[in-house]
């Protein structure tokens, strides 16, 4: 994953300065400002969106907590105070954490690795598939997912996808039907048929069963399809 951009905020000037040489020693955050305020935080905001805030509670003008509040869309945050006080309001917020000041090196690098593992997450549902699609049919758009799909049979320029509970029929090419569909879970047994792999009971001669259906091979695909099912 990226590094994490960050800004530090602080009224303190001995608080920027340690957080300051905190973040320097961690290699994946990447620091992008450090500020005095909420007034210098939200102007530099405005020219540099960032990932993450280590952000102060107690300042002039307006607080961390207002301050957040404020935001439509607030980047993550990691609160750093002397307070005590304000935890309960800062978790409700959904901080990454809380920091209580003095703080200490190996309090705020744990901190940085939960910001990681947070964002890291996120990555990676957003790098998941979709694991349905929607298809018209019968004048509906049907939600189709993957997971329940027994096998499709290919019909000129229909196709019946059999589930486990119900069979949708849309109008689409088995051939466009199957570029939706995620590769290493289904395979091509025939030109009109698709079987879903994980669905399989049995194989008998060119002709997979699956629960009550009968799916045939065709004589040409039978290798690879063999070679894809039987591991």
Request: hydrophobic fraction near 40%; charged fraction near 25%; charge should be neutral.
């Amino acid at each position: 994953m990226n590094n994490i951009t960050c800004i530090i905020t602080d009224d303190e000037p001995f608080a920027r300065k340690g957080l300051h040489g905190y973040v320097e020693k961690i290699g994946f955050l990447d620091l992008k400002g450090v500020c005095e305020d909420a007034i210098q935080l939200s102007n530099l905001m405005q020219q540099q969106p960032v990932d993450l805030l280590f952000l102060d509670i107690q300042m002039p003008h307006i607080t961390g907590i207002e301050f957040i509040k404020a935001l439509s869309k607030p980047p993550k945050v990691i609160f750093t105070t002397a307070f005590e006080q304000y935890a309960l309001q800062g978790f409700e917020l959904d901080v990454i954490d809380y920091l209580l000041k003095p703080i200490s090196y190996e309090r705020f690098l744990k901190a940085a690795w939960k910001a990681r593992d947070y964002f890291a997450l996120r990555e990676e549902k957003s790098n998941s598939p979709i694991p349905y699609f929607f298809a018209k049919s019968n004048g509906k758009l049907e939600k189709i997912i993957f997971d329940e799909i027994l096998f499709i049979e290919g019909m000129e320029n229909y196709a019946a996808i059999y589930l486990e509970n119900k069979k949708i029929i849309i109008h689409t090419t088995i051939k466009a039907l199957f570029e939706k569909l995620p590769s290493g879970q289904f395979i091509q047994t025939h030109k009109s048929y698709i079987a879903a792999i994980n669905k399989v009971n049995s194989i008998e001669g060119n002709t997979l069963h699956i629960q009550k259906h009968q799916v045939p091979i065709s004589k040409y695909m039978r290798e690879e399809v063999l070679g894809q099912i039987v591991k």
